[in-house]
């Protein structure tokens, strides 16, 4: 199936060898979409790589942003401001809602819905994008973090407006849920479809929501507290069965802890500068030396890994995608499904091609 | 829509003749509109000789279905399309332009609001590529949208669509239709055998299987119309539900419990039959591409649309008759209003109902959906059938065995859809997760 | 019961066909040509470069030609060349001035990092989206003539942001100008004083008159000291690969 096939989620193929419609072997083709992104990142300044980061994972770039900056500063040593801690968190769970929204949506697609569930999820997301785009003036290439802040500071109204949103948002999910989540025929479809087990997905180094979706309790949030991460009062959802309805129940509970963590952040976030004063823009060397930035993106765990030989371009850029890990298990899930079956798993791995291929 | 009371025969053509060019008119309610599609017939073939003007009558019925059905379908596609768009919350097709000519240069800047659109999907169609594809079996590619179409058409000649409107009236009218209509199932076959492409034929295999289970639950489900109306005849079914109870219940067969689990059997079976969501398997775009539809474009792939759209009119408008009284008012003090409009009313409210469902359900899988069928549909429509017997045998005696039959038959049917339906959704349960610490 | 998951999942749909008509919250949708979208003050697009007057754009450009953006700019799309000769600019200063500038709008990802290095404001982001063209290579390569917009546009576009942008650059135009005649008196004085304060004389008037080629104030973005401009004159780039 693929290239050009409606369901693969961006250019991605998959080599199926079938006994009737059962999957007996599936090969995953990739690499369609494989633009250097590392190596760019080598050849180019740290800052430079920040707007790159966007076009990882199109639908997260608040999350990349985050990870990269995180990354840069641990190199740097650069200390972050109160206030940009509150507005990355912010960010970060925005985008996580954005992603999960959209994951539900696509995956609903997967399932042959035509097209109502995912456009109330565009719907939504609308919604959070113009968030995004007032704050930063790009729906969806952000470029929106910086070594040691936050490029502009919100205003007021935008945080109210953002608090608007987050506060409607448990009515959209309760009306979303009450479209999918009880609807038998995707409890038929997806109970028992694409079982991964929870010692498969430790050794793969599934992480994200795939990997709580099979009960292993591995959360960045609660394992790193990166960030201020660490004040905030939410709890990981688990799963039992580790198949596709699982998956797609983890984020939507995911959603409604992360409207939880948005909600305390819009209370308690500080005034204060949003970029710490020392933090420079142009001529940024840091010293030589490696680090290792990761935060639990909306897909896993997204991680930065850069060395430094004292000169404005990173000697080594290295993306740990959480989509690229997350599909190499794909074979081992749709093995004795069927074609339909691996359709929908594969949508429920939540990958995005751009990050994929890189 | 067109009249036509066409004889089988030519001693049976005598008779009618007297009854629609004089009686009919008169007993009908004495109206213009009501008459209307009679008299433009018998204008157009009144002055003809007696052989030709049964056959002209027979070309005016296949005209008059093309057209309406033609302009039919075109409008449901929009319509379709728009009540998508919005149950998506989106506006839906709105800006295909009107036609700019050099000498009528405001002509195109008119906003038709999508009216416009089923024409320019219409012309798109026509002037794109016809694509073959290089091994594919020629005749049966080209062959397969024509005999869908044809097929799909044939099953619209029995339905009576307004008082007196029925192209052909056969005494097992009902038979024919689903003789008609189960031949789609073997131009489906053809398309997707024909393209020789992996999809198209996984799709017809997915359609065979789809369609050969749904046949049966179909077939079963209006056995007991036919047992109560004590007729095969899609006018003598019409004919059985005339009156209203108390002058205001009409005595439309869905509105007794085994007419109503027969409706909802029926409904089901259909959407399945017809291809429509959550059936769509043959054409699941996710997984299939198009399905059986992949290797067609142009005008074959409007041809496929078309069938589509028929099979769907034909097989409300089948359930229409069977159920829901017809063309026959729903009150009798809107009886005013023609009876091919009423029949349009409720044919159209079916397919909204159509639409809906397709705007909310995702696509079943193919062994979900056999199962369905063999152990969910099937057995109910049995059931159903001997639900139709105990009501019939109990309707004979005193009022009170009269009034007792509802509650009676109404827990025959829902006391084994509960227990089927468990059944069915052993394998899945609603889930609650835990949180770690 | 089988089913009603299904009935509940209908009862949705027929809100949102029923809302649809009358929510603006459900129905979003704008008829985009009929209806412009309004536009956030901070939406960005592609980049133009500021001139203090609309009468002569060319003339008032507040590019040196200091090729920071141009180093900067992640996937290389801005080609610049010096000017041979030196031009006053808007606070009376010679200046070099682009006499190329072209920026390869195919290429640019508006990622606005060339606003935030330049550090005299001359390169800001413009909102104007409507920018199809049916020449794939020229239509996109926009040239100095091209990228040039008044600083009145600006204000439009971006209201809080071009006023900050101002009020700095007058607080920066004027302290130079005090700065300066501190340093011409103070340079009077010490002509005065040659022989009295022989040591502190290199120390005060150093920091005016050693930017003969820039302003001397603070970027708003960053407080970071600014590096000199590279003087040096490099090779120039090839053009871009669209030409």
Redesign the interface.
């Known amino acids: 199936m693929g290239p050009h096939h409606p369901s693969t989620h961006g250019v991605f193929r998959m080599i199926v060898t079938l006994d009737g419609e059962t999957i007996v072997k599936l090969k995953p083709v990739f690499g369609y979409l494989h633009r250097n992104h590392e190596k760019i990142g080598e050849n180019t300044t740290y800052l430079a790589s920040m707007p790159y980061t966007d076009r990882l994972d199109y639908l997260c770039s608040m999350t990349n942003n985050w990870a990269y900056a995180l990354a840069v500063e641990k190199l740097a040593g650069q200390p972050v401001p109160e206030r940009a801690e509150y507005v990355r968190v912010i960010l970060a769970e925005l985008t996580r809602l954005l992603n999960h929204t959209c994951l539900a949506g696509f995956l609903m697609q997967d399932l042959g819905c035509s097209g109502t569930p995912l456009m109330y999820a565009f719907r939504e997301r609308e919604k959070i994008l113009d968030l995004f785009e007032s704050l930063s003036g790009s729906r969806m290439m952000c470029n929106y973090q910086r070594f040691g802040g936050c490029r502009l500071d919100p205003t007021a109204d935008w945080l109210a407006a953002a608090k608007q949103l987050t506060d409607g948002y448990g009515r959209f999910l309760d009306e979303f849920e009450t479209l999918l989540t009880g609807n038998e025929i995707i409890m038929a479809r997806t109970q028992g479809t694409g079982r991964l087990s929870p010692e498969l997905a430790v050794n793969a180094g599934i992480t994200g929501p795939m990997l709580r979706a099979t009960g292993v309790n591995y959360d960045l949030r609660k394992v790193d507290a990166y960030g201020i991460y660490s004040r905030f009062d939410f709890r990981v959802p688990l799963g039992d069965h580790g198949d596709v309805y699982d998956r797609y129940m983890i984020r939507v509970l995911e959603m409604r802890e992360s409207i939880k963590i948005l909600q305390q952040a819009f209370a308690a976030i500080p005034a204060g500068p949003i970029i710490d004063p020392g933090a420079k823009l142009r001529g940024f060397r840091p010293k030589a030396g490696e680090a290792y930035g990761r935060i639990e993106g909306p897909k896993g765990e997204i991680g930065f890994y850069l060395i430094s030989d004292g000169t404005p371009n990173p000697y080594r850029y290295r993306v740990r995608a959480p989509s690229f890990v997350n599909l190499t298990v794909l074979e081992d899930m749709c093995l004795g499904q069927t074609v339909a079956d691996a359709v929908i798993i594969l949508g429920s791995v939540d990958i995005v091609l751009g990050e994929v291929d890189r | 829509m067109s009249v036509v009371v066409v004889a089988t025969s030519a001693s049976e053509w005598t008779a009618l003749r007297v009854v629609d060019s004089l009686a009919l008119v008169a007993t009908a309610t004495d109206r213009f509109l009501e008459c209307a599609p009679v008299m433009l017939r018998d204008a157009v073939t009144g002055l003809l000789p007696d052989p030709w003007r049964w056959i002209a009558n027979g070309l005016f019925a296949i005209v008059a279905i093309f057209a309406v059905f033609g302009l039919l379908f075109a409008f449901l596609t929009l319509a379709e399309r728009k009540?998508?768009g919005?149950?998506?919350?989106?506006?839906g097709p709105?800006r295909a332009p009107t036609p700019t000519f050099p000498f009528a240069k405001f002509l195109g800047k008119i906003r038709t609001y999508g009216l416009a659109q089923p024409f320019a999907d219409g012309v798109k169609a026509l002037t794109k590529e016809d694509i073959v594809p290089d091994g594919a079996d020629k005749v049966l590619h080209f062959l397969a949208p024509v005999a869908l179409l044809a097929f799909a058409t044939l099953t619209l000649v029995v339905i009576p669509f307004g008082r007196n409107l029925v192209a052909l009236q056969l005494d097992a009218a009902v038979l024919y239709f689903f003789a008609a209509g189960a031949a789609t199932e073997l131009a489906v076959f053809m398309a997707g055998w024909a393209s020789r492409n992996k999809y198209s034929l996984?799709a017809a295999m997915r359609a065979l299987a789809q369609l050969i289970s749904y046949e049966l639950p179909l077939l079963l489900s209006w056995v007991p119309v036919v047992m109560i109306a004590g007729s095969l005849s899609t006018v003598a079914i019409v004919e059985a539900q005339a009156g209203w109870k108390f002058g205001f219940i009409p005595h439309w067969h869905v509105l007794t419990p085994w007419g109503f689990a027969g409706f909802v059997i029926f409904m089901v079976a259909a959407l399945a039959e017809s291809n429509r969501?959550?059936f769509?398997?043959p054409e699941?775009?996710?997984?299939?591409?198009a399905g059986h539809l992949t290797e067609y474009s142009g005008f074959k792939y409007a041809f496929f649309f078309m069938a589509e759209y028929f099979g769907m009119c034909a097989l409300s408008g089948m359930a229409v008759t069977l159920f829901l009284g017809g063309w026959r008012a729903p009150l009798p003090f809107l009886e005013f209003i023609p009876s091919y409009a009423w029949f349009g009313a409720k044919l159209l409210a079916l397919i909204l109902g159509f639409m809906?469902?397709?705007?909310?359900?995702?696509?079943?899988?193919?062994?979900?959906l056999t199962r369905f069928s063999w152990k969910f549909l099937v057995p109910l429509a049995l059931i159903n059938l001997g639900n139709t017997v105990v009501w019939a045998l109990m309707s004979g005696g005193s009022p009170a065995l009269a009034l007792a039959r509802w509650p009676v038959c109404a827990a025959i049917i829902v006391v084994p859809?509960?227990w089927l339906?468990?059944a069915?959704?052993a394998?899945?349960?609603?889930?609650t997760?835990?949180?770690?610490a | 019961m089988l089913g009603t998951g299904l009935i509940q999942g209908l009862a949705v749909t027929a809100k949102n066909l029923v809302g649809s008509f009358h929510d603006p919250e459900r129905y979003t949708t704008v008829e985009y040509p009929e209806v412009k979208p309004k536009l956030p003050e901070n939406y960005r697009n592609f980049p133009f470069l500021v001139s203090e007057t609309a009468e002569d754009p060319m003339g008032t450009l507040r590019c040196v030609a200091c090729q920071i953006c141009e180093k900067e700019c992640p996937p290389q799309c801005i080609y610049i060349v010096k000017s041979k000769d030196k031009k006053l600019d808007a606070s009376g200063k010679a200046q070099l001035y682009p006499a190329t500038f072209a920026i390869d709008t195919s290429v640019c990802m508006s990622c606005q990092i060339c606003v935030e290095v330049c550090p005299f404001d001359a390169i800001k982001m413009d909102q104007e989206f409507e920018i199809a063209t049916t020449d794939r290579f020229h239509g996109l390569l926009l040239n100095r003539e091209q990228l040039a917009k008044p600083n009145s546009y600006y204000h439009q576009i971006h209201p809080t942001e071009a006023a900050a942008v101002d009020a700095l650059l007058v607080a920066a135009r004027k302290a130079a100008e005090e700065k300066a005649k501190a340093a011409a008196a103070a340079k009077a004085a010490a002509a005065a004083k040659a022989d009295v304060a022989r040591v502190s004389r290199p120390v005060n008037p150093a920091a005016a008159n050693t930017n003969t080629g820039q302003e001397t104030r603070a970027t708003p973005a960053t407080s970071a000291p600014q590096p000199p401009a590279a003087p040096s004159a490099e090779a120039p780039k090839p053009p871009p690969p669209a030409a």
């Open positions: 009540i998508l919005r149950v998506q919350n989106r506006p709105n996984l969501s959550p769509d398997l699941a775009e996710s997984e299939l591409i809906w469902i397709r705007a909310t359900f995702p696509r079943l899988r193919i062994d979900q859809f509960v339906g468990r069915q959704s394998s899945y349960a609603p889930r997760y835990r949180y770690a």
